[in-house]
């Protein structure tokens, strides 16, 4: 089919692939804890998805070792595409935006400012999908998401945070008294160990504070109103609603836009990207 494009992400915990028409995406999956780039990774990607490389135009890269790539495969122009215009770029197509901060909360979190093909790396955090992970397998003996997810669902912060109600009797400002004060600040006082739930849950609640308030910062910054959270992070409902409570309890509107294939959005933006190329 003329125009059939694939897209791929080579990120630290997952490869993310996806299949695009004309800038339109078709199928997107994902090859979890695939490694770093490779031409046999790219073959295995394709694979995965049931694709055949005759009868694809061109292969978009980004993500992991990316550049060392060859130029073509199979006589098929494989290009490269910088990070974090391809983020930027994914991201508002998702969102069917043209401009917004596009937070990428993958194994780690990026934030970048897009104005239609222009973006901007603004700022990022070493807090993401991957400290909740490596803190749930030290605190809580898990590192799977779904698991951690769950607990987390039936659990509550309270359990191993200090609130503002803790700390000072009460609410401040826009902050109701159930607001975090400081994270994990209860567990020092407790007469036991805490239950896993509330351990998971106020990871949960860490991360996603800690994503929500560097992205509402961040968009202050850059004069952006909308902001898009793309990644796999967002996959997990209870870290969803972390980052959205942020926006509740400043009382910040538009709240974010999470869209649906959240994961897909770098492997989307580096087809995208590389597509002005030819």
């Not at 059939?4 to 090859?31: A, E, M, S, Y």
């Not at 780039?37 to 993500?63: F, P």
């Not at 600040?185 to 949960?204: C, F, T, W």
């Amino acid at each position: 089919m003329a125009g059939l494009r694939i897209g791929i992400d080579f990120g630290l915990t997952n490869t993310d692939v996806v299949l695009v028409h004309k800038g339109k995406l078709l199928q997107h999956w994902v090859l979890p804890h695939a490694g770093p780039a490779s031409e046999a990774l790219v073959h295995k990607a394709l694979a995965a998805g049931k694709q055949e490389i005759s009868e694809l135009e061109a292969i978009a890269t980004t993500g992991g070792l990316h550049r060392t790539l060859p130029d073509e495969i199979e006589g098929v122009p494989l290009y490269k595409a910088g990070e974090a215009e391809a983020v930027g770029r994914g991201g508002l197509a998702l969102a069917g935006l043209e401009e917004a901060l596009v937070v990428s909360a993958g194994t780690g979190t990026a934030m970048i400012a897009a104005w239609g093909k222009k973006t901007q790396h603004l700022t990022g955090s070493a807090v993401g999908g991957g400290t909740l992970l490596g803190l749930a397998k030290l605190l809580i003996g898990t590192s799977h998401p779904l698991e951690i997810a769950h607990l987390a669902a039936r659990g509550d912060p309270a359990g191993v945070d200090s609130t503002l109600q803790d700390a000072i009797g009460g609410g401040i400002g826009h902050l109701p008294p159930s607001a975090t004060a400081v994270n994990f600040g209860k567990v020092g006082s407790l007469p036991g160990p805490p239950k896993r739930e509330d351990i998971a849950a106020g990871l949960v609640v860490m991360v996603g504070q800690v994503i929500g308030v560097v992205a509402l910062g961040a968009a202050k910054a850059a004069g952006l109103r909308e902001v898009v959270v793309v990644g796999h992070l967002p996959d997990l409902e209870p870290i969803r609603k972390a980052i959205l409570a942020v926006w509740e309890f400043y009382q910040v509107e538009p709240k974010p836009l999470i869209p649906q294939e959240a994961g897909a959005a770098t492997a989307l933006g580096a087809v995208l990207v590389t597509a002005d190329r030819g």
